[in-house]
């Protein structure tokens, strides 16, 4: 295999998911709207993701809260642990790990429904029969992954706020009211949209890689398990490039709270 084409293969790739990501937006303006697809596909994303992202909420603001607490510590500022944590929570962990979730759970089963319809060859009836795919199965289910991964996200926001509350008092010996105080100094509003806007961004991306694998899987049963392996791994490769792009923007526009 030539360098060119192992160069213009990713490339081609992500061209064509760039392309199909261009179609749903499109197709979301079409009617007639698939109300009943939608709140099937919520309810299901939902049932299969929330449990297993409170129980991850709870270690991820007990780590993030025990790491700041140690390291503010060491530098006299243990009034500033309750901001340091809650900053983490809703900036990088809540959407973080609810895309995490939303991409190994919702987004495998999607791409896992799509891929059994593209093998049983019901995609190609539906596009004989004046269907489009797109607009019927594939629009409902992203904006469905959207809507669930803005309420997990507040969901794994609250969870971790709490489990560093208390890890800080119990293990750490802080006080409640200065944990409370705290992150109402450097916290402020725009840090609660940016990782509500993060969250439905990588529902978005988690949705669209599922749905793009799914439909493109071919070689029978086989071709199906690869494509949901596919699309887990390229859709957590996307999420972190752009939690990357959307946290220097933040950080760039938004200027930082005054003490």
């Known amino acids: ?25 499109v197709g979301v303006f079409r009617r007639p709207f698939q109300l009943r697809e939608f709140i099937q596909q919520a309810w299901f994303i939902a049932s299969v993701t929330i449990i297993p992202t409170a129980l991850v909420a709870i270690p991820f603001g007990a780590v ?12 006299g500022a243990q009034s500033f642990t309750g ?12 959407p973080i790990a609810t895309a995490l979730l939303v991409a190994g759970a919702g987004g495998s089963a999607i791409a896992a429904d799509l891929g059994a319809r593209k093998i049983r060859e019901e995609l190609d009836a539906m596009m004989v029969l004046g269907i489009d795919p797109i607009q019927r199965l594939v629009v409902p289910r992203v904006l469905a992954c959207m809507l669930v991964a803005v309420f997990l996200n507040g ?20 006080t409640p009211g200065a944990y409370l105080a705290s992150f109402t100094a ?4 725009p840090d609660l949209w940016q990782g509500m806007a993060k969250a439905l961004v990588f529902g978005f991306i988690a949705a669209i890689v599922a749905s793009y694998k799914g439909m493109h899987a071919d070689g029978g049963p086989r071709g199906v398990g690869q494509a949901v ?16 792009v959307m946290s220097a923007l933040y950080i760039q ?5 005054a003490l």
């Open 253 to 257: 526009l938004v200027p930082a709270k």
């Open 155 to 174: 969901l794994v926001s609250v969870v971790g706020v709490l489990g560093g509350y208390f890890f800080n008092v119990i293990l750490q010996g802080g």
């Open 83 to 94: 901001s340091a944590a809650v900053l983490a929570v809703v900036r990088e962990a809540g």
């Open 229 to 244: 392996n596919e699309s887990v791994v390229i859709t957590f490769l996307l999420l972190f490039l752009a939690n990357f």
């Open 186 to 189: 450097l916290a402020q509003l």
């Open 64 to 75: 993030i809260a025990l790491q700041a607490g140690s390291l503010i510590q060491q530098f």
């Open 1 to 25: 295999m030539s360098a060119v084409t192992v160069l213009t293969t990713p490339l081609a790739i992500f061209g064509r998911l760039f392309a199909f990501g261009a179609d749903v937006v």
